[in-house]
């Protein structure tokens, strides 16, 4: 299953939005620490707002740090870069080098780890700047969730551009670190989940004991609200941008699997899905692909199968096994054979006669399916189809048989028609038809196996059809399927008895039906 993937440029721009957005909302939860929460208020002095001092050495500080950490994020990302360039002038992905492999599946860890460094950068320097510990805490909060939104983003966004390095996914097969959904879902509820109430004990500990000796304990009371709403709000924010990403994260590949596996519920065996994470959920992909590609062979082999064998005794084979063994059946079975075969094959080259010999193959063996026949063999120039074993079980067969007979000859006068056009041989055929009980089921060894049927019906109908040359009637039918018919009302049959038919000790009468 294929979606149209967005280029390369519009993943990057996604990705620089991403990282703007984070770090932007990361410097609002800063502006708001230090212009409600800090410094406590002592004596009679209340929160004092950020000075227009600080707010520009903090403004140049991160646009510094900011452009800083692009530079070494453009640094690292250069052969993932390269790489990209050469993929789309069409250099085959497979020659991609591991090294570069691994680069393109941790990325999004990268540049979560470069930001969560930024952050920590920031939060060291602005402490030992002002000589206040409650700098590195306020920093903290907004490095966390910077770094957590930017992490489970960039990861969400950057499986956009995962198959282009890996177009047959197998990124399984990639020693690169893999981050389970188990660790990321651990991952988010520290960073965000435990650091809420983390801040919460700690910062409401420092002021409680500040009112031990306060001035003024209204204000740091009112502070502590502050504060207490404050990380609740951040932390109720920061907790549904993250979970709606790993939802997405892990909802979206699950979701694009049940359409798959609907798919091909419904056949489509050419379903595949693109792998875009090396997690459980890109392992079940690919395993995923495997199946569909293991299906697909099957039904190839199967179709193949039924190339030279039956669509029935494939079926057969698929659902029940191919055991030796047979059970006795009352069909009817019909031999058809193209008269002065051999003559034909001295006249025409090898290539021409088996040409010749498959088209018309094909126009008879048509007929013989649309009236549910079976064709157990080929034997050069013959065919041997059966109607009511256990293969095709009908009770009138022997109508079926005949109806099949009279078409077959009826597809031969147009065959030849189109033959003349082309200036080839014209062909003639006998039809040979014959019912009663018979042998049905697989015969052979070990090596090989056949299913046929053996009976005294199988050679009698191969006797009609080699009868037809003597008679002049291009279709005979025995005594038993003449009487078994039914609903064959329209057909002529003329009688034809004190019929010698070798193998036979006595006489028999046989029907030449006319059309």
């Known amino acids: 299953m294929t979606t149209s993937q967005p280029s390369s440029r519009d993943i990057s721009r996604k990705l620089l939005a991403l990282i703007f957005g984070a770090n932007f909302f990361g410097a609002l939860i800063i502006f708001l620490y230090f212009s409600v ?29 900011f452009v800083g950490a692009f530079a070494i994020l453009n640094r690292l990302g250069r052969p993932i870069q390269n790489w990209l360039r050469f993929i789309e002038a069409g250099t085959p992905a497979t020659e991609l080098p591991s090294s570069v492999a691994r680069l393109v599946l941790i990325w ?91 801040l919460l004990v700690i910062l409401s500990e420092v002021r409680t004991r500040a009112l031990l000796d306060a001035e003024n304990p209204e204000a740091i009371l009112d502070n502590l ?16 941008i993250t979970a709606v990403l790993v939802a997405r994260a892990i909802v979206g590949p699950l979701q694009v699997l049940q359409e798959a596996m609907g798919r091909v519920e419904k056949n489509e065996l050419n379903t595949r899905i693109v792998v875009t994470t090396n997690d459980e959920l890109g ?51 019909m031999f058809s054979d193209i008269r002065d075969f051999t003559t034909l094959s001295e006249q025409m080259p090898p290539r021409r006669l088996v040409e010749l010999i498959n088209r018309y193959m094909t126009a008879m ?23 009511g074993t256990p293969l095709n079980p009908m009770s009138d067969h022997a109508d079926r048989a005949v109806r099949t007979a009279i078409e077959m000859r009826q597809a031969l006068a147009a065959f030849n028609q189109e033959e003349t056009v082309a200036r080839l041989p014209i062909l003639e055929s006998g039809i040979g038809i014959a019912s009663g009980p018979v042998i049905a089921g697989n015969v052979g ?38 009487r078994a018919l039914n609903e064959v009302s329209d057909v002529g049959a003329r009688s034809l008895t004190d019929v010698q038919i070798k193998g036979k000790r006595d006489r028999v009468t046989v029907y030449a039906l006319s059309y």
């Open 37 to 65: 929460i800090d410094p406590l208020p002592v004596g009679g002095v209340a929160v004092r707002a950020l000075e227009t001092e600080d707010i520009v050495t903090f403004g140049i500080a991160g646009v510094v740090i």
């Open 365 to 387: 063996v048509s007929v013989i399916v649309n009236h549910g026949g079976v064709v157990t063999r080929f034997g050069g120039d013959s065919i041997l189809a059966v109607f």
């Open 283 to 333: 392992y079940l992909s690919e395993r995923f692909n495997s199946m569909t590609d293991g299906l697909r062979q099957g039904e190839r082999l199967r179709e193949l199968f039924g190339l030279y064998v039956s669509s029935e005794v494939a079926q057969a084979a698929v659902e029940t096994g191919a055991g030796l063994g047979g059970e006795l059946v009352n069909c009817s079975v």
């Open 108 to 198: 999004p860890l990268i540049v979560a780890s470069l930001v969560a460094a930024t952050g920590l950068l920031v939060a060291i320097f602005f402490s030992i700047l002002y000589d206040n510990p409650g700098n590195f805490v306020g920093i903290a909060i907004s490095g966390a969730v910077t770094t957590t939104v930017v992490y489970f983003g960039t990861d969400l966004i950057w499986r956009q551009q995962v198959p282009t390095f890996f177009p047959e996914g197998n990124l399984s097969v990639v020693p690169a670190f893999r981050l389970w959904v188990r660790r990321r879902l651990l991952l988010a509820f520290i960073l965000i989940g435990g650091l809420t109430p983390i």
């Open 225 to 240: 609200i502050l504060v207490q709403l404050f990380i609740l709000a951040v932390g109720l924010v920061a907790g549904v």
């Open 445 to 482: 060894g070990k090596e090989r196996i056949e299913y046929t049927v053996m009976g005294d019906a199988v050679n009698l109908a191969a006797r009609l059809e080699d009868k037809t040359k003597d008679t002049g009637f291009p279709i005979l039918v025995s005594d038993e399927t003449y």
